[in-house]
Nanobody
Framework: QVQLVESGGGLVQAGGSLRLSCAAS????????MGWFRQAPGKEREFVAY????????YYADSVKGRFTISIDSAKNTVYLQMNSLKPEDTAIYYC????????????????WGQGTQVTVSS
């Protein structure tokens, strides 16, 4: 049974930083791409970033490029999203997701999802 458990969300002022974590369990993830998505109230879930499990390939949405960094600690089976220079428009529930083989920017191409963690950025 695959489990993805996010943590690290919270309330932060604009310009601040947060680091989200996603603990993955239930199988070997070496053939997976791990993604972060977010969903703001009244909006569709949108792609933020992905990383191949080996860490050799990353990709970011334009809206977060240069501010967010995705990384993996494979020994801990944990994916991170370091978020710097946060803006009020970054406020959303952030979700971790796993896709078997290949990478994708689209929600419905991911196989497993976590429950989400709330990030709120005040102005």
């Amino acid at each position: 049974q695959v489990q993805l458990v996010e943590s690290g969300g919270g309330l932060v002022q604009a310009g601040g930083s947060l680091r989200l974590s996603c603990a993955a369990s239930g199988r070997t993830f070496s053939s997976y791409t791990m993604g972060w998505f977010r969903q703001a109230p009244g909006k569709e879930r949108e792609f933020v970033a992905y990383i191949s499990w080996t860490g050799g390939r990353t990709y970011y949405a334009d809206s977060v490029k240069g501010r967010f960094t995705i990384s993996i600690d494979s020994a801990k089976n944990t994916v991170y999203l370091q978020m710097n220079s946060l803006k009020p428009e970054d406020t959303a529930i952030y979700y971790c997701a796993a896709k078997y083989r290949g990478s994708a920017l689209v929600v419905n191409e991911y196989d497993y999802w976590g429950q989400g963690t709330q990030v709120t950025v005040s102005s």
